[in-house]
């Protein structure tokens, strides 16, 4: 071997023998060794995916290592923040507190933020504050490259809208009724993009919880609004579903919006809230809190819209339907029993039409149908600025006023007329009334601002009953004079009318001060035939009465021309004239002063001075059935209208003309009859002056006693008499053979048991 070594060897092909054919081949049992058989194509790529799926999964653990041990979340929630603050601008950063990368089921990978926050850069005062935002992200995507967000979630959402930049307030004079298509066309744009987006990012599901954002209220108050609870889903044609809670003040509600998809277009969507809080948005408050101007309660509110799209027709309507609320003027309520509102868009007319609408206050009802336009539209539009031109009609309505004493009647009503932008200004040049019992045409303007409204409204009624007065009178308008006649007129008919009220701006203050018109403010003024009057304690009212009512400012004057008094009794008074004047209507004790000139038989005048307040023959000692006669006077009274209010004692005298008049009951034992002369009777003293026949005997009496039980003040008693013979033994029997020829006599009280007596003889002759 060591001779051919580093010589070259070379095998030819015949020299190769097979191993079957070497010697050791051909023993008996001869040991085969066989070579290894060549591997096949599929197993070499078996074990080729075998190595590279080992690969990826020591690269995903590595990865999943990574993740879970949180080395990633500091670089993370600093390139975040940066992001986040980028985003926000210059006026605000944005802090997040931490960031959490990890894998959740199923693989996917979650990016949790923590107490992010956003603040404002010059102040440092933080605007919005959330606890946690979760991105589930789809893992395959995210392999490719993709960063495909797949579900949205977060809590603790918080947001001080009252630091966020000042916006312009809404400019109502760009607003015009028939741009509405070409904004729903807009808003269905924006929705088809908002949808592309979600699609494209393949975003399945958001959710939201705990979202709260802190504002101003109406009444300068603070306002939460908050999410509880708000998912956002993706149909299989990429449709969108809305629905979970929303709250507003604490009082939550459920909120639901519905988009429906063709050919990867929206077509129509619906919104819905279920009972939206109005009361923050609506209702305006004094600074202790009290109800001033506005509406509290909740409503229900339902916007469906259809697409012109396809063939299909558009379509907008709106539903606001609310229970249980309540309307404040001037802090005085009035119950929103039930309220239907119902608008929908004339595509083809552009307007607003309001149809199949209803509204309850207690027992009143308002069927309401109209609609809206654009002024310019109008005939009478140019005339005008920029505004809506407003139609509105209540028919077949049913007025009813519990407290007024009266049935209830049905009415129509109609109102035309504009709101004005510029000057926030509604007018209306048609305000009319109409029923079976009259009819009223009016004027109403209010101008919009301030603390309060500016209110103007003008009527004529002309052949109206009182009763429609009464019940269609506002109750926001002369709350106090109203009270007054809802309670004590009745029946009868405004043969003429007039009302004028004007309110100033500012008058009607959010803070609790008395509303007083005064002079050309408020002018009321009715002329009133054949309706009923009640007075005051007792005393029967005035039936059949012709009377004017007039209010100027505060001062109440009815003047009643003819009326009649019918008592428990059966007995009548015919009243020639009256008059209740409440001079000053806004202060307290509520006083009225009540006169009445009266004619008709003595027993019924003296019923009429019997009842309270006067309550005259009481004091004197006398009952209506001991007068016969007839007799006329006044009487008047002054005295508290309300009770409550502890008005003073009432002041009353009545002054009468009796003519004739029979006293049934004796007088000091005698009778008294044929008295003609005055009675005057006030709470302390009755005077009587007249003459009369005292047993038949014609007398000048001169009397006054006390009318207070027990009091002397003031007593007197003058009796006069010129007696002949036979005048003078009916009342002095057994003279005739002293005295002959005709006396005059006069007897004066000392006491009560002396009195003293002046005789004149100076025509008599002494036996």
Not at 229 to 250: C, H, T, Y
Not at 446 to 465: C, L
Request: proline letters at 5%; charged letters at 25%; one cysteine or more.
């Amino acid at each position: 071997m060591s001779d051919i070594r580093g010589d070259k060897l070379r095998f030819r092909t015949r020299d190769i023998v097979p191993l079957h054919a070497l010697p050791s081949a051909q023993v008996e049992d001869p040991m085969i060794v066989h070579c290894p058989p060549r591997r096949s194509v599929a197993r070499r790529c078996l074990r080729g995916l075998i190595a590279f799926i080992g690969l990826w999964v020591i690269v995903l653990g590595g990865v999943f290592a990574v993740v879970e041990s949180g080395a990633l979340d500091a670089a993370l929630a600093q390139r975040a923040t940066t992001a986040l603050s980028n985003a926000m601008g210059p006026q605000y950063d944005a802090k997040i507190g931490r960031t959490v990368v990890r894998f959740s089921g199923g693989l996917d990978v979650t990016v949790d933020a923590h107490d992010v926050s956003v603040v404002e850069a010059a102040s440092g005062q933080q605007v919005a504050m959330t606890q946690s935002l979760s991105f589930i992200l789809e893992p395959m995507a995210l392999l490719g490259g993709r960063f495909s967000v797949r579900e949205i979630d977060s809590q603790g959402i918080s947001l001080d809208a009252r630091l966020l930049p000042k916006r312009e307030p809404i400019d109502l004079s760009k607003f015009r009724v028939d741009n509405i298509p070409a904004v729903l066309e807009g808003a269905f744009g924006e929705l088809d993009r908002m949808q592309g987006f979600i699609a494209r990012g393949g975003l399945d599901r958001m959710r939201l919880g705990g979202l709260e954002v802190a504002a101003t209220s109406a009444s300068g108050r603070p306002l939460t609004l908050s999410i509880d609870d708000l998912a956002l889903e993706r149909g299989s044609d990429d449709s969108l579903s809305i629905f979970g809670a929303i709250s507003v003040n604490g009082q939550q509600t459920e909120l639901t919006a519905l988009t429906t998809n063709v050919g990867g277009a929206v077509r129509s969507m619906t919104l819905r809230i279920a009972d939206f809080r109005l009361t923050p948005f609506m209702l305006r408050r004094s600074k202790a809190g009290l109800a001033r101007q506005g509406i509290d309660g909740s409503a229900e509110l339902v916007l469906s819209a259809k697409r012109d799209i396809d063939g299909q027709k558009p379509e907008m309507s709106l539903a606001v339907n609310t229970r249980a609320a309540t309307f404040y003027t001037d802090g005085q309520p009035q119950e929103i029993t039930r309220a239907d509102l119902n608008f929908a868009y004339d595509f083809g007319k552009d307007t607003i039409e309001i149809a199949d609408s209803r509204a309850e206050f207690g027992p009143m009802i308002l069927p309401l149908s109209g609609g809206l336009i654009d002024l310019d539209r109008l005939p009478e539009g140019k005339n005008f600025g920029k505004g809506i031109g407003i139609d509105l009609l209540v028919a077949k309505g049913r007025a009813d006023v519990p407290s007024s004493g009266e049935t209830a009647f049905p009415f129509d009503m109609k109102a035309y007329g504009r709101y004005l932008f510029d000057g926030t200004l509604l007018q209306f040049d048609t305000f009319d009334v109409s029923t079976a019992n009259g009819k009223m045409v009016s004027t109403l303007q209010i101008r919009f601002g301030g603390t309060g409204p500016e209110v103007k409204f003008d009527g004529v009624v002309e052949n109206m009953k009182a009763v429609v007065v009464k019940q269609l009178w506002p109750y926001w308008i002369a709350d106090k004079p109203r009270n007054w006649v809802l309670k004590n007129i009745f029946g009868g008919t405004v043969s003429h009318g007039e009302i004028s009220v004007f309110i100033p701006q500012n008058r009607l203050s959010l803070e609790p001060r008395p509303v007083h018109l005064v002079g050309d403010e408020l002018r009321i003024g009715f002329d009133v035939v054949d309706a009923r009057v009640n007075l005051t304690g007792d005393i029967p009212p005035l039936r059949d009465a012709n009377a004017r009512f007039d209010m100027m400012g505060e001062r109440i004057e009815v003047k009643i021309k003819s009326a009649a008094s019918y008592f428990p009794s059966g007995r009548v008074v015919a009243l020639e004239s009256g008059a209740v004047t409440i001079a000053h209507a806004y202060e307290k004790p509520l006083m009225a002063t009540i006169s009445v000139a009266v004619n008709g038989a003595a027993d019924a005048v003296a019923e009429l001075v019997s009842f309270k307040p006067i309550q005259a023959l009481q004091r004197i000692g006398f009952v209506a059935e001991d007068f016969t006669g007839a007799i006329k006077g006044t009487a008047e009274v002054t005295l508290g209208l309300i009770a409550d209010q502890k008005p003073p004692a009432p002041v009353w005298s009545a002054d009468l003309q009796l003519d004739k008049v029979a006293i049934e009951k004796p007088f000091d034992g005698r009778r008294v009859s044929d008295f003609t002369g005055t009675l005057a009777v006030d709470p302390k003293l009755a005077r009587i002056e007249g003459s009369a026949k005292v047993d038949d005997v014609p007398m000048d009496i001169r009397m006054s006693e006390p009318v207070e039980r027990g009091s002397e003040n003031g007593r007197e008693r003058v009796v006069t008499a010129k007696l002949d013979n036979a005048m003078r033994n009916r009342l002095v029997p057994g003279l005739d053979d002293i005295i002959d020829g005709p006396i005059a006599v006069e007897l004066t009280r000392l006491g009560d048991k002396r009195q003293a007596a002046s005789v004149d003889l100076r025509n008599a002759n002494l036996n």
